[in-house]
């Protein structure tokens, strides 16, 4: 009955756990599966034998309010990418092309995931909506595709496989409980590592994909529709967080875990329907300040009032 305010740095709005929060956590919780979840396992996970060559898509869920970001984006993923084959940004309606040289296509939210309903959520729903497209969009072609949020903007070079490996990169620590709760009300699937699987960027598998909608024995389309009455602003998705710990409890040791330098900053204008969270020439003086420092990425984050139907 008491509310913990966890602090935050930068403006950012991402959770810093308290010591021994998790042991609380376990306590306070047990038993909390005792009811059968919307899903519950089905089916034994197949072996996968994964395709390692250094070639992979990206894929960008863009906000209309994170537009301006996109060419800084770009042109980072570009230059600090190697085996990057084409990039695929996806936005809610049409946008104008980026000026650079390099393979992008272009598509619409709804093109993606299109017998979805992103109204139907109570909570976030564009938010929502952009985490599955990410999990579960199918325009790339490779098997291991990278997403990237617009808010990073990469600093140095990262190389996505090492000794044969897949590389996920891991953000600073945090706990935020409604990310866990939705793993375990809805998948029965618990925490596997002592890290959390966050970064702003991930570094997905098809297959592995694949795998996770056959041990709960559904598609894509009804993973995400079952979870329209499901998700809350106190029980919803974290795209990383659910790969994340279905691989390492089902495929252990697929991937090496790198930790990344992030230099972090936000916008809170929450209270501000008006307001325009960034300009060009802030974001260029960010990146001009930072990008000499040791930093691997440098991460512009923003939150804007109010909700607007992107998909009108």
Not at 98 to 111: A, G, M, S, T, W
Request: hydrophobic share 35%; aromatic share 16%; proline share 7%.
């Amino acid at each position: 009955q008491v509310l913990l305010k966890r602090p935050t740095v930068n403006d950012i709005k991402w959770y810093q756990p308290f010591p021994q929060e998790e042991e609380l956590e376990k306590r306070m919780f047990k038993g909390v599966l005792r009811n059968q979840p919307p899903m519950m396992k089905i089916n034994t996970p197949l072996p996968i034998k994964l395709n390692t060559a250094n070639k992979f898509d990206a894929f960008i869920a863009c906000a209309p309010k994170d537009v301006i970001k996109l060419p800084f984006t770009l042109k980072s993923l570009i230059q600090f990418a190697p085996g990057l084959n084409t990039i695929h940004i996806c936005t809610p309606k049409p946008i104008t092309p980026v000026n650079i040289d390099f393979d992008i296509k272009y598509h619409l939210d709804k093109e993606v995931l299109p017998n979805i309903d992103p109204l139907k959520w109570r909570f976030r729903p564009n938010w929502i909506f952009q985490q599955y497209l990410k999990l579960f969009q199918n325009v790339t072609t490779t098997e291991f595709y990278l997403t990237l949020d617009v808010d990073t903007i990469l600093n140095k070079t990262f190389n996505f496989f090492e000794d044969g490996k897949p590389v996920w990169n891991i953000g600073w620590r945090q706990n935020h409980l409604p990310y866990f709760l939705f793993n375990k009300y809805f998948l029965n699937l618990e925490k596997t590592a002592d890290h959390t699987f966050i970064c702003d960027m991930n570094f997905f598998n098809k297959k592995i994909i694949e795998q996770m909608l056959y041990v709960y024995g559904v598609t894509a389309e009804q993973f995400i529709i079952r979870s329209y009455d499901f998700i809350s602003d106190g029980c919803h998705i974290a795209e990383p967080e659910i790969y994340g710990n279905f691989m390492e409890k089902y495929y252990p040791g697929t991937y090496k875990y790198r930790q990344a330098k992030q230099y972090v900053f936000g916008k809170d204008h929450s209270n501000n329907p008006g307001a325009v969270p960034w300009t060009r020439s802030e974001i260029e003086d960010i990146i001009k300040q930072k990008q000499s420092d040791d930093y691997d990425m440098i991460q512009i984050h923003s939150w804007c009032a109010g909700f607007e139907d992107h998909w009108k």
